[in-house]
């Protein structure tokens, strides 16, 4: 009886242990994941006074809010924000549209060099831009492309552009495993295929278009490499454009002085990490509105299989 | 014509139904085969045709056919690719197994049933969102992650510790703690796909297991890593995928200044063939990768 008691409360003891553990690990982690964020945050709050003086630490003494002012001027952000939502909005419908029309054909018909096709699917999300980048460059140049977002658009809708195949793969994931049964009822009642593909097939994928449509706002909204070779004219950049500048600003005037500077005080860190926050700000809000939609579609979109 | 167009109807008429469905899928890929053409196809065979040659006129693009010049060139001539694509592919191929390991881990801390479960994934699956532009490359690039790596290092190994180890054991730790935030925020894709991996996995097995008083460890080597072997193929070919095209590459960045900064003529071709050795250089990785995962993905497809 005695022995009983002592080794429950032993085992009791030692799973708290390891519960505890376990939360140690994960905070832990995911203060490296955060940590980032954080410290970007609290930065874009200091004024210079505040990121010179050591024994200020992660709060700064006073909220700076000018940074935030002064960032934005220097974005361009009317501009440069209207582009960029112009950009990605337009993309990511394309994306969804393409993704969801394409990757149904791919999952429902047989067609000669079916799997030839789909491995080029595959195959265009693998290889890297920067391979082909040229005679592309080239393209867009000859069809009077560059500085308009007509390059970024155009490939979105019919499945290329920016990982584009992506879309492609997750939608024919997903309607692999969703019962054609429904489609051939409404066939019987004279439905065409297209009309169900709209009607029914399309309505039905809400989860995958929640992820597709996250995965490529963001990815859309963060590129830099493509915007930076297209856009070229001041008034089509888009805002991530706008911040290597921004980081440009700090870096030139210690490196080529090597002393503090009045002009230094002007474009310290803080307001780098200002405009960095700002240009993330929008992504950040959405993920968290649709982060519970989007954890539900993940683990329902059949990534496996 | 009213003839013709009336024979063509009955031609589709009496096809067979997988005849009729075929025309309908290659409808449906239709906009998609349109895309590759102009958008894959294209770019590619130019830019293969371009490697193979010499710009004789940079208005008109008129080539001349030069052959393997600048592959080897590349190669045998140039002092900075092979260098970097050796360093690029050994920093790559460390991180591939690490990459795995963890994200198997992390996936299997969020698979059991905890408090806060919603927020530890809604953080953990931060990276994927945000970790793939040039933004977070450049917050993490500017000393946050040094600073975040100089924590866990003073956190997990006190200087006691490392005075007592000696200087290459710790130099070693060391080197695997820097490692360690580049493959945290690397990680998060996988760790979706293991985390939906082991969710498929059925519980039965488990319950089976634990009736023949298997223990956690040994249902963890024997049930769920030979089950999990598909989807890690996945991540492996995935894990390569990314990294080898990660924005800060170095061998992408000579490649784009070449193509675009530089003030040599010829860049443009030399940029095609570094170009298009890199590319099937990473294919030969991934396929490597098949051939070694092959055997463990087909026992669990039987």
Same mark, same amino acid.
């Given at each position: 009886?005695?022995?009983?008691?002592?080794?429950?409360?032993?085992?009791?003891?030692?799973?708290?242990?390891?519960?505890?553990?376990?939360?140690?690990?994960?905070?832990?982690?995911?203060?490296?994941?955060?940590?980032?964020?954080?410290?970007?945050?609290?930065?874009?709050?200091?004024?210079?006074?505040?990121?010179?003086?050591?024994?200020?630490?992660?709060?700064? =003494?006073?909220?700076?809010?000018?940074?935030?002012?002064? !960032?934005?001027?220097?974005?361009?952000?009317?501009?440069?924000?209207?582009?960029?939502?112009?950009?990605?909005?337009?993309?990511?419908?394309?994306?969804?549209?393409?993704?969801?029309?394409?990757?149904?054909?791919?999952?429902?018909?047989?067609?000669?060099?079916?799997?030839?096709?789909?491995?080029?699917?595959?195959?265009?999300?693998?290889?890297?831009?920067?391979?082909?980048?040229?005679?592309?460059?080239?393209?867009?140049?000859?069809?009077?492309?560059?500085?308009?977002?007509?390059?970024?658009?155009?490939?979105?809708?019919?499945?290329?552009?920016?990982?584009?195949?992506?879309?492609?793969?997750?939608?024919?994931?997903?309607?692999?495993?969703?019962?054609?049964?429904?489609?051939?009822?409404?066939?019987?009642?004279?439905?065409?295929?297209?009309?169900?593909?709209?009607?029914? !097939?399309?309505?039905?994928?809400?989860?995958? =278009?929640?992820? =597709?449509?996250?995965?490529?706002?963001?990815?859309?909204?963060?590129?830099?490499?493509?915007?930076?070779?297209?856009?070229?004219?001041?008034?089509?950049?888009?805002?991530?454009?706008?911040?290597?500048?921004?980081?440009?600003?700090?870096?030139?005037?210690?490196?080529?002085?090597?002393?503090?500077?009045?002009?230094?005080?002007?474009?310290?860190?803080?307001?780098?990490?200002?405009?960095?926050?700002?240009?993330?700000?929008?992504?950040?809000?959405?993920?968290?509105?649709?982060?519970?939609?989007?954890?539900?579609?993940?683990?329902?979109?059949?990534?496996?299989? | 014509?009213?003839?013709?167009?009336?024979?063509?109807?009955? /031609?589709?008429?009496?096809?067979?139904?997988?005849?009729?469905?075929?025309?309908?899928?290659?409808?449906?890929?239709?906009?998609?085969?349109?895309?590759?053409?102009?958008?894959?196809?294209?770019?590619?065979?130019?830019?293969?045709?371009?490697?193979?040659?010499?710009?004789?006129?940079?208005?008109?693009?008129?080539?001349?056919?030069?052959?393997?010049?600048?592959?080897?060139?590349?190669?045998?001539?140039?002092?900075?690719?092979?260098?970097?694509?050796? /360093?690029?592919?050994?920093?790559?191929?460390?991180?591939?197994?690490?990459?795995?390991?963890?994200?198997?881990?992390?996936?299997?801390?969020?698979?059991?049933?905890?408090?806060?479960?919603?927020?530890?994934?809604?953080?953990?699956?931060?990276?994927?969102?945000?970790?793939?532009?040039?933004?977070?490359?450049?917050?993490?690039?500017?000393?946050?992650?040094? /600073?975040?790596?100089?924590?866990?290092?003073?956190?997990?190994?006190?200087?006691?510790?490392?005075?007592?180890?000696?200087?290459?054991?710790?130099?070693?730790?060391?080197?695997?703690?820097?490692?360690?935030?580049?493959?945290?925020?690397?990680?998060?894709?996988?760790?979706?796909?293991?985390?939906?991996?082991?969710?498929?996995?059925?519980?039965?097995?488990?319950?089976?297991?634990?009736?023949?008083?298997?223990?956690?460890?040994?249902?963890?080597?024997?049930?769920?890593?030979?089950?999990?072997?598909?989807?890690?193929?996945?991540?492996?070919?995935?894990?390569?995928?990314?990294?080898?095209?990660?924005?800060?590459?170095?061998?992408?960045?000579?490649?784009?200044?070449?193509?675009?900064?530089?003030?040599?003529?010829?860049?443009?071709?030399?940029?095609?063939?570094?170009?298009?050795?890199?590319?099937?250089?990473?294919?030969?990785?991934?396929?490597?990768?098949?051939?070694?995962?092959?055997?463990?993905?087909?026992?669990?497809?039987?």
């Amino acid at each position: 009886m005695r022995k009983n008691e002592v080794l429950r409360t032993y085992k009791k003891t030692a799973s708290l242990f390891s519960t505890i553990v376990f939360y140690l690990f994960l905070i832990s982690i995911s203060f490296v994941f955060v940590y980032p964020f954080l410290y970007m945050f609290s930065t874009s709050f200091k004024s210079y006074g505040d990121l010179i003086n050591i024994s200020v630490g992660w709060i700064p =003494t006073k909220l700076e809010f000018k940074n935030y002012i002064k !960032a934005a001027e220097f974005m361009d952000l009317n501009k440069t924000l209207t582009n960029s939502i112009i950009v990605t909005v337009l993309s990511t419908v394309g994306h969804i549209l393409s993704g969801a029309f394409v990757g149904y054909g791919f999952s429902r018909f047989n067609f000669p060099f079916k799997n030839v096709f789909f491995f080029i699917v595959i195959l265009s999300s693998i290889i890297p831009i920067q391979v082909f980048i040229v005679p592309m460059y080239v393209t867009y140049s000859h069809l009077n492309m560059l500085d308009t977002f007509m390059p970024f658009i155009l490939p979105a809708y019919v499945g290329f552009g920016l990982r584009g195949g992506i879309a492609i793969f997750l939608y024919r994931q997903y309607f692999q495993g969703f019962p054609s049964a429904l489609e051939e009822a409404a066939m019987i009642d004279g439905c065409g295929r297209i009309k169900g593909f709209f009607k029914i !097939a399309f309505p039905s994928a809400g989860s995958i =278009t929640v992820v =597709t449509a996250i995965l490529f706002m963001i990815w859309h909204w963060n590129d830099y490499y493509e915007p930076s070779l297209y856009l070229r004219d001041g008034s089509k950049i888009m805002v991530t454009q706008t911040l290597p500048r921004l980081y440009e600003m700090i870096s030139k005037d210690v490196s080529e002085f090597g002393v503090v500077i009045e002009d230094l005080s002007q474009y310290h860190e803080g307001v780098v990490m200002a405009g960095t926050a700002i240009a993330i700000f929008p992504m950040l809000i959405a993920y968290f509105v649709l982060q519970r939609k989007f954890m539900e579609g993940v683990e329902r979109s059949g990534l496996v299989g | 014509m009213k003839i013709k167009n009336k024979y063509i109807f009955k /031609e589709m008429y009496h096809m067979t139904l997988s005849g009729k469905n075929a025309w309908i899928g290659l409808l449906f890929c239709a906009p998609w085969i349109l895309g590759a053409a102009v958008f894959f196809a294209y770019p590619l065979f130019r830019s293969l045709i371009i490697s193979f040659s010499k710009i004789v006129d940079l208005k008109d693009f008129t080539l001349d056919f030069v052959g393997f010049h600048w592959y080897k060139e590349a190669i045998f001539a140039d002092i900075t690719f092979l260098p970097e694509l050796l /360093e690029t592919s050994i920093n790559n191929l460390i991180n591939l197994p690490i990459i795995n390991i963890f994200s198997l881990i992390i996936a299997m801390c969020l698979n059991r049933k905890m408090k806060a479960r919603g927020f530890f994934r809604t953080l953990f699956f931060l990276p994927v969102i945000l970790g793939t532009g040039f933004i977070m490359q450049q917050l993490l690039g500017q000393d946050i992650s040094g /600073e975040a790596t100089k924590m866990a290092r003073g956190l997990l190994l006190p200087t006691e510790i490392q005075i007592f180890l000696g200087e290459t054991v710790v130099n070693i730790i060391q080197g695997f703690l820097d490692r360690l935030t580049t493959v945290m925020w690397n990680s998060g894709v996988q760790i979706i796909i293991y985390l939906s991996a082991l969710q498929s996995i059925s519980p039965s097995l488990y319950e089976a297991a634990k009736v023949d008083s298997a223990g956690s460890w040994e249902s963890f080597w024997l049930i769920t890593l030979p089950m999990l072997a598909p989807m890690i193929q996945l991540n492996l070919v995935y894990t390569v995928i990314a990294t080898f095209s990660i924005a800060d590459n170095k061998i992408l960045d000579f490649i784009q200044n070449l193509a675009f900064n530089s003030a040599d003529p010829n860049a443009y071709e030399f940029s095609c063939a570094v170009g298009w050795i890199y590319c099937l250089f990473i294919l030969l990785i991934i396929g490597f990768l098949f051939i070694c995962t092959k055997r463990a993905v087909d026992n669990v497809k039987e």
